[in-house]
């Protein structure tokens, strides 16, 4: 059998952004059209673009017309706007300016969505450094008011209808850049774009396939309502003598000329203004509808979404770390030695994983169980190389399938980790892409590493999903992601990892997000390809006892520190550290009076940025002491396979910190 790769996510997606595919959305669409707003929004679109293409053919030559008996006439019977100062009828010069003036106001906004998207997207692809200063610089130019940056753009690209749209469009581009850079971050934060890292496709394949098609409709909906920003931004250019110049003329340059002869016909100006008000709100109202009926947020509405996941090198530790006893096996796939994973903080760095050692084999499977926030998913997503670019890693050690991270990496080494590494992430919607079929996803994966074929990779996905046992596979290669039950996703994503032929399975709490009957499935789908491949599996969990049933051996972490490294067969015999005596002893079995509270460990866990003195567990331990609170244990063997951190490690346990009995707890 072939390895996993949990790169799963990494091509499969099902694409919320397309309509077409789902009636709900069709539905919503044709709710909207029937509120009086989307029938607005409607009906004058649709006038606008007939007009745009009918009036330049019907009243060309007619607006053209000169009559010099009929200069600077008042609104009339036959001139309803009146004349100008050559006796050109001012309604059919507004009718035939639609064109020109609506082409002019597309073009700006498709100048301002491309340049916006190139800076967008740039700190996706660019190193660190450059895509800081790229933001920095689109937030800056954000900062400026558009009319005075349109007004600059239009200096330096010269007076006449091209300068003004690549005024208009250069600045309307930083509110569409930072438009972008919100969204790009928001999808890039989603599991199926770590996965996709995992497998070791590259950032710009990661942009085209699984960024670009998850926010092209919030794009369109926002450049619908760009459009009629740009129109009005167009009209002020004109209306200052920057955009059209005569004889060409649309909306803003007859309002230029209408303003001239005010007060001998206000009409004159009137007409075009008017015009400019309806396609500006036929426009914004078109993109406030399509918002509702897309559910995206309008441009107001939108937050700054979470940063992107980018994998931070570790940097090697001067010290040396006690190694994990079985660390000198031949047949290492990970060796992990003093790792650290730190972050930038007001006063100066957390760090929530503090000196973690520990080793894996081949064929291994080690549990890491702990509290939330004890370090342990975090701990795997250093593995994995998929922390946030902000993470400071170090380690004295991290070799991950014989790579050492540590050290700067290649294509091929990509390569080895997207084939060999798998990564199975807690929710399985989102760790494949929406956009995407399933099988395509999975396909993905052998195309890009092996070099399969479209038809050859796409048989081995159905074989690889009939794998994972999921029925009619052949039917289920073609479905979208929210077509699949949350545990068949689970299983997909797996399936996902078996394109490669994988040697070590990180899973970050695959189980949480689905209900107890599919756990179980999903945990022996894992045993099952564990056995038959002989792969490593690194499983996370909070659960002691689903840790304690997969895997060989367990680590117990707390405050970001392994504590207690032992045999999962000892878990609830042979404990010897309190904390996990107490996690032992807070599961509920088939002997516990359901008439009393359950037990709990009391206190809270440790706050990363402020980690007390000595050992972190002292002030929930009813076994601490002086020493305890100031000197920190370190995690010592006792020449087996056996490493716990406690100065009273086994000591019996009567009380809890309140001195209350806690006869749970006591080790059995
Ligand atoms: S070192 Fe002391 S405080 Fe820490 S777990 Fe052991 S007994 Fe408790």
Redesign the pocket.
């Known amino acids: 059998m072939a390895g996993v790769d949990g790169i799963a996510g990494v091509d499969a997606v099902s694409d919320p952004s397309r309509a077409g595919r789902d009636p709900r959305r069709a539905s919503r669409w044709a709710g909207v059209v029937r509120t009086p707003l989307g029938l607005a929004a409607v009906v004058l679109t649709l006038a606008l673009l007939v007009l745009a293409v009918v009036a330049p053919m019907l009243w060309s030559a007619d607006a053209s017309a000169v009559d010099t008996d009929d200069i600077l006439a008042g609104p009339s019977a036959e001139h309803w706007a009146g004349t100008d100062n050559l006796g050109r009828d001012i309604v059919l010069r507004t009718l035939v300016a639609t064109r020109l003036s609506i082409g002019l106001a597309l073009g700006a906004t498709a100048i301002a969505v491309v340049v916006g998207l190139v800076l967008g997207t740039a700190p996706l692809l660019l190193g660190r450094r450059a895509g800081r200063a790229v933001v920095a610089g689109v937030n800056v130019a954000v900062a400026f008011p558009g009319l005075l940056l349109a007004l600059f753009f239009a200096v330096v690209f010269g007076v006449g209808a091209t300068g003004a749209v690549l005024a208009v469009g250069f600045a309307g581009a930083p509110s569409f850049a930072r438009l972008v850079q919100t969204l790009v971050a928001g999808v890039a934060a989603h599991d199926y774009v770590s996965a996709a890292r995992v497998a070791g496709v590259g950032e710009l394949r990661i942009l085209v396939r699984h960024v670009l098609p998850n926010i092209a409709e919030p794009l369109i909906v926002n450049a619908t309502i760009g459009a009629g920003s740009a129109l009005l931004s167009f009209a002020g250019l004109s209306f200052l003598g920057l955009g059209v110049q005569a004889p060409a003329y649309d909306w803003g340059r007859l309002l230029f000329e209408g303003v001239g002869s005010l007060y001998v016909n206000p009409a004159a100006a009137f007409a075009p203004g008017a015009a400019v008000l309806l396609a500006g709100l036929a426009l914004n109202l078109l993109g406030e509808s399509a918002a509702k009926a897309v559910g995206v947020a309008s441009p107001g509405e939108l937050s700054v979404a979470p940063r992107r996941r980018r994998a931070a090198r570790a940097t090697p530790l001067p010290g040396p770390a006690e190694p994990d006893p079985q660390a000198d096996a031949p047949d290492l796939v990970l060796d992990v030695r003093d790792l650290h994973v730190g972050f930038p903080a007001r006063d100066g760095r957390v760090e929530p994983v503090r000196g973690v050692t520990f080793a894996v084999r081949r064929g291994e499977a080690v549990g890491i169980v702990g509290e939330s926030g004890s370090g342990k998913s975090l701990t795997a997503l250093a593995v994995a190389q998929l922390l946030d670019d902000l993470a400071d890693v170090r380690a004295e050690r991290l070799d991950v399938l014989g790579e050492d991270l540590t050290a700067p990496g290649g294509e091929s080494r990509r390569h080895h980790l997207g084939t060999s590494l798998a990564m199975v992430f807690q929710d399985p919607m989102s760790s494949f892409n929406p956009t995407t079929r399933v099988g395509a996803q999975l396909a993905e994966v052998a195309r890009h590493h092996q070099g399969m074929g479209r038809r050859e990779a796409m048989d081995r996905a159905v074989d690889r999903l009939a794998a994972v046992r999921i029925d009619d596979a052949e039917r289920r290669v073609r479905q979208y992601p929210h077509e699949f039950s949350g545990g068949m996703r689970q299983r997909a994503m797996i399936g996902m990892g078996l394109m490669g032929s994988p040697e070590l399975v990180i899973a970050d709490e695959p189980t949480t997000a689905l209900d107890v009957t599919v756990q179980q499935q999903v945990l022996d789908l894992l045993q099952a390809i564990r056995r038959a491949d002989d792969v490593a599996l690194v499983l996370i969990s909070h659960d002691v006892t689903v840790v304690g049933d997969v895997c060989d051996r367990v680590l117990v972490m707390y405050a970001g520190r392994v504590v207690e490294d032992l045999p999962a067969t000892g878990l609830t015999t042979s404990a010897r ?3 996990t005596r107490a996690l032992v002893a807070a599961v509920p079995t088939m002997d516990t009076d359901l008439d009393r509270p359950l037990t709990v460990i009391p206190g809270r866990p440790v706050d990363p940025a402020d980690v007390p003195v000595g ?1 972190a ?2 002030a929930r ?1 009813p ?3 002086d020493r ?1 609170r100031a000197e920190d ?1 370190p995690l010592a063997g006792d020449g087996t396979a056996h490493r716990v951190a ?4 086994g000591d019996p346990i009567d009380v809890d910190p309140g001195g209350r009995p806690l006869a749970q707890v006591e080790a059995t």
């Open positions: 550290h309190p904390y050992c567990y002292a331990c076994l601490a002491s305890c244990p406690c100065w009273h490690a």
